[in-house]
């Protein structure tokens, strides 16, 4: 595709739940970036991978965030019994390589919990 | 990684000239200086990238002091439509290793 893509691109869950959010990157970026937003604030860092693997998830609040990128392209964030503080847009975004490179984001995924 | 401040808010009028400063006292030496732009219920959007002196493209000037402790970035005669969010983030240039960090940003507003 042209650009970054996520989905869904709302998601409305209950307390508790499990939510998958997905990620595809533009073909061929080596670096991917997941990022939270809440209103009025700036992107919060999550978790940055280099390929496959996580280069820093530093950013990940608790073990009840995961994300995986087994291929090196489509990424996904994974979180367990969420909580109404999850609620948040969620960024996802591609670089060529990583650090000094332009990084390129979608349009995000708004999760709410209810 | 550098901290770096900017100012909460910035109003203007359609076709002024506005430039918003970013400090980032603690700059490393392979640390760069990248804008983006954010309107509401969009990712962020790259503007403009540099390390010294001053870069310019088809949106924007960035001016860097010669002791890179501070930028400007310099928006040329704005529009309504540049009514949005500006952030300055700095960084390592040279490793893949390194995330990027947003900090508040600036909310600039453009009025008719």
């Known amino acids: 595709g042209a650009g970054v893509s996520q989905t869904p691109s709302n998601k409305v869950t209950e307390k508790g739940k499990y939510v998958e959010l997905r990620c595809d990157p533009i073909s061929g970026h080596t670096a991917l970036y997941w990022y939270r937003q809440s209103l009025g604030q700036g992107p919060e860092f999550l978790i940055y991978?280099?390929?496959?693997?996580?280069?820093?998830d530093s950013g990940l609040p608790n073990d009840r965030f995961f994300a995986v990128r087994p291929e090196g392209s489509v990424s996904t964030l994974k979180i367990q019994r969420t909580e109404r503080g999850d609620s948040a847009v969620y960024l996802c975004?591609?670089?060529?390589?990583?650090?000094?490179?332009?990084?390129?984001f979608g349009q995000g995924t708004r999760l709410t919990v209810v | 990684l550098a901290k770096t401040t900017q100012p909460i808010s910035m109003d203007s009028y359609e076709g002024q000239e506005v430039n918003i400063t970013c400090s980032h006292n603690n700059i490393a030496t392979n640390d760069y200086i990248t804008w983006y732009q954010q309107f509401p219920s969009q990712g962020p959007r790259f503007i403009i990238q540099g390390y010294k002196t001053k870069v310019t493209n088809e949106v924007a000037s960035l001016f860097i002091p010669a002791d890179r402790k501070s930028s400007t970035l310099s928006l040329p005669r704005v529009s309504l439509s540049d009514t949005a969010v500006y952030y300055c983030?700095?960084?390592?240039?040279?490793?893949?290793?390194?995330?990027?960090?947003f900090g508040s940003g600036t909310r600039l507003s453009i009025r008719p």
């Open positions: 975004a591609s670089s060529l390589k990583g650090q000094g490179t332009e990084a390129f």
């Open positions: 983030l700095v960084g390592d240039m040279y490793s893949s290793a390194s995330k990027i960090i």
């Open positions: 991978f280099q390929g496959t693997g996580a280069a820093d």
